[in-house]
Each structure stands twice: as structure tokens, then as C-alpha cells.
């Protein structure tokens, strides 16, 4: 695609979006009375218009049942997970049986973790990246302490190199190498939350795995944004958020991925609750836990189904449009939104627009994360106040995520002329 800043490009460009409709079923916040240019769906994804509708049905079948609508509610509530299985795997690229929805992100890292981190005196680091997310910083300093270990000595961080602002994959194989006799767990985001880089994650656990140590990865930013072939790659778990890029709402269920290397052993440790147990024996209420097969035997609970109701209509329109359809209209929207920002960049002398994303599209994602040199905060505030909503990260980034199910060539080209005006104001 031959890019270029101007207004008919972009209306052309949309014009032949494959995936343009799918704009028309979402909510936008309005500014002035027009939607918002939302950049934001990295941190909470928008709000789908039969979102709605999806939970009426859940609560007038409630009304109408009661606990009857375990059984006769229109999506029986009893088997209300099963919904999600096909879906989902299809887009963290899985079986059916290696995945499951339930929880929240974090719970679902520390229950995974029970199962995958297994210290001993020897083999008890666990590699991870510079600056990921805090809550997986947390829970991985929780567990080392919980297991009896110093984390200044069981956490490896791989960090940028100086004056770098993203990791060379190099470093991080070698750095599992390195540790080779002593590393239990690798753990990295599948995309990080900052700089939006896409790490290789077959190699990554290509090396852990020859190194005698599991790999486990956080796709709170990858779920739904990047190709994902978990299976293929020997991941052995994964956890996901899905109100993010799979915009179920705030604060919604997640997601877990369990190779079936493991998912069928019922001898791994394991936290274990009463939706986990085999269906057949679930209702005989006897002691002794006999875990269910794949990932539904680390569920803990029945299924939260008010919120998994909006999740259903966000899958429903992933199956709609294709990963294969996303994957292309996010390269080429991601590209249009660096071919701008690169462009209004060099005609401006008092802001330098460094985009600390890697620049190969098989490195990164939707996101882009900008350093502001020379205007910081006030261009970011200008955004906000007309029109744009992107995120704010300190020291001096903004990042921003123009999303393939709801964004449009038109949103970019829009941004591109909203950012010329803030610098011209020459904060």
C-alpha cells in the first residue's frame, strides 16, 4: 500500500476495507458530536452495540428461570464456558481443550503458576522482561517469596540495552541460556504493555524448554491483535484479559491456555474448585478432586454469565471477520498511523516523534508508543481535548492503538491533522 497523507487516500482506502462495516457495531464515545478517534482499545477495547441485547437476554431468562436457567435458559448457564472453546482457541491458535474462559487475569496467572512454577533448591528463577506489566511484576515476586526464594536472586529481568529502547531477542535466548541450570520458568508478556513489542514467543519457548525450564506468556496485549499459534509453539500456558482488544467490557472475564501435554495429566498440582472437577462426578458433591480434562481443570468456579455475555458478542464478530482479515488490516493501519506520524514529524522542528516500536511489522502488533521529545504532556492533553483519545505513560509516552475491528484509514488520517494543529500551537 502506497501511503499517502491526505484525506481522499484514506476515504479510498476505506472504501475497499473488507472489515469497514464491523466500524458500524460499536459505540463511540462523542466529542462536539461526533465520534471520538479512538487509540485506546490496547487498554479497554469499545463497547459493542449488541452488548446490550446480550445481557437483557440473560437477565429475562434469569427472571423467567430462576436456577432453572442453568438448564433452560436460551445459553444454558450450566455449560455456558463451552461457548467459548472454538472461538477462542481460533484466535490464540489452540485446540478447543486448551483453553478455557473463566476468572481475571491475574488470579489466572497465579493458578497457572501454582501448576507451572515449581521451585526446587537448584531450578528455582524464573526470566522475565524489563519493565512488563506491574501485576505480573507482583505476581512473580509473591510467588518466588511464597516458595521461599530472595527475588533480587530468583528474578532475571531482560532489559534493553543502553540507549536501546526495546530487547534483543539475542539477549533474552542468551540469558536463558546462560541460566540454563538454574531457570524453572520463563515468563514474558507476549507483547509488552510499553513499548508494544512483540517478542518471539516459539523461540522463546523453543530455548526454555532445551534449557529444562516450562515458558509461559501474558497476552493481555497480544490476545486478538497478533497471530498466536500457541499449540504449534509447545507453549506450555498462557493467560489473556479480554477487554482489551476482545472488548467484553471492563474488568471481564479471562483467558487460559494449558498445552494438552499437560492438561490431561491429572497428577499436576494444581489449585482446585468445584467447576474444575469432571463433569461426570461434579453432582455426586464427594470429597476428592478429579480434575476435568484440558484447561477446564484448573476452573475454579460456574461462569460469571452476565460478563461473558458481552464477550460472546465480541467472539462472534472475531469469527465474523477472520484473524487472517484482522492480521492484514492491522499492518496496514498501523503503517498508515507510523507513515504519519513520520511524516508531520519531519516537517516539524520543535517535536521529535520517536517511535520506540520496532519498526518490522513482525515485531509488533496495533500499537505504537511514541516518545513526545519537545512537547510531552501538553501535546498529549491537546489530543485528549480535541478529540483523541490515546494513553499517557511516564515518562513521556504516548501510546496508541488503532484497532482493525473498529478504526478506519479515515481515523489516522484525522489524527495526522489534530496533531499538526497542537504543534503548530508550539507548546
Known amino acids: 500500500m502506497h501511503y499517502q497523507n491526505t484525506l481522499a487516500f484514506a476515504k479510498q482506502a476505506d472504501e475497499n476495507d473488507v472489515l469497514k462495516n464491523f ?21 479497554l477495547g469499545l463497547e459493542p452495540k449488541n452488548a446490550k441485547e446480550a445481557l437483557l437476554t440473560e437477565l429475562e431468562d434469569w427472571a423467567k428461570y430462576g436456577v432453572e436457567g442453568h438448564f433452560h435458559a436460551r445459553h444454558p448457564w450450566f455449560s455456558y464456558h463451552e461457548m467459548f472453546k472454538q472461538p477462542s482457541a481460533n484466535i490464540v491458535g489452540a485446540l478447543p481443550e486448551e483453553v478455557t474462559a473463566m476468572n481475571t487475569l491475574t488470579t489466572n496467572l497465579h493458578l497457572l503458576m501454582v501448576s507451572f512454577y515449581r521451585p526446587t533448591k537448584q531450578r528455582f528463577k524464573i526470566i522475565c522482561e524489563k519493565k512488563a506489566f506491574p501485576s505480573d511484576q507482583y505476581a512473580l515476586e509473591s510467588q518466588v ?67 529444562g525450564a516450562l515458558a ?4 493481555a496485549h497480544a490476545a486478538g491483535n497478533v497471530e498466536l499459534k500457541l499449540h504449534d509453539w509447545q507453549v506450555d500456558f ?5 477487554y482489551k482488544y476482545l472488548n467484553s467490557g471492563p474488568g471481564s472475564v479471562s483467558g487460559i491456555f494449558v498445552h494438552q ?33 484440558g484447561a477446564d481443570g484448573w476452573m475454579l468456579s460456574n461462569a460469571p454469565v452476565f ?103 479515515e481515523d489516522v488520517y484525522k489524527f495526522g491533522q489534530i496533531l499538526e494543529k497542537g504543534l503548530q500551537k508550539n507548546f
Open 307 to 409: 460478563s461473558m455475555a458481552v464477550y460472546k458478542v465480541s467472539l462472534d464478530m472475531f469469527n465474523q471477520a477472520g484473524m487472517e482479515n484482522l492480521l492484514a488490516k492491522q499492518k496496514q493501519l498501523t503503517g498508515y498511523l507510523e507513515y504519519i506520524l513520520q511524516d508531520i514529524s519531519a516537517r516539524y522542528d520543535n517535536c521529535d516523534l520517536e517511535i520506540i516500536t520496532p519498526k518490522e511489522k513482525s515485531k509488533r502488533g496495533c500499537q505504537l508508543s511514541v516518545f513526545t521529545h519537545g512537547q510531552g504532556k501538553k501535546l498529549f492533553d491537546y489530543l485528549m481535548q480535541n478529540g483523541v483519545i490515546a494513553d499517557w505513560r511516564e515518562p513521556n509516552v504516548i501510546r496508541m492503538a488503532p484497532v482493525p475491528m473498529y478504526n478506519s484509514f
Open 216 to 219: 509461559g506468556f501474558d497476552l
Open 23 to 43: 466500524r458500524n457495531e460499536f459505540l463511540f464515545p462523542q466529542h462536539n458530536g461526533e465520534n471520538v478517534i479512538y487509540f485506546t482499545g490496547n487498554s
Open 145 to 211: 517469596k511464597y516458595h521461599g526464594f530472595n527475588p533480587d536472586e530468583a528474578i532475571i529481568e531482560v532489559a534493553p540495552r543502553e540507549g536501546e529502547h526495546t530487547i534483543r531477542e539475542e539477549d533474552i535466548l542468551q540469558t536463558i541460556e546462560q541460566h540454563a541450570d538454574e531457570v524453572a520458568l520463563v515468563l514474558f508478556g507476549g507483547v509488552n504493555y510499553y513499548t508494544g513489542q512483540l517478542f518471539d514467543m516459539e523461540e522463546i519457548t523453543k530455548t526454555a524448554h532445551k534449557a
Open 238 to 242: 498462557a493467560v489473556w484479559c479480554s
Open 261 to 293: 501435554k499437560h492438561g490431561n495429566n491429572p497428577d499436576l498440582p494444581r489449585f482446585a474448585g468445584w467447576w474444575g472437577n469432571d463433569p461426570k462426578t461434579r453432582f455426586l458433591m464427594e470429597p476428592g478432586f478429579v480434575p476435568a480434562q
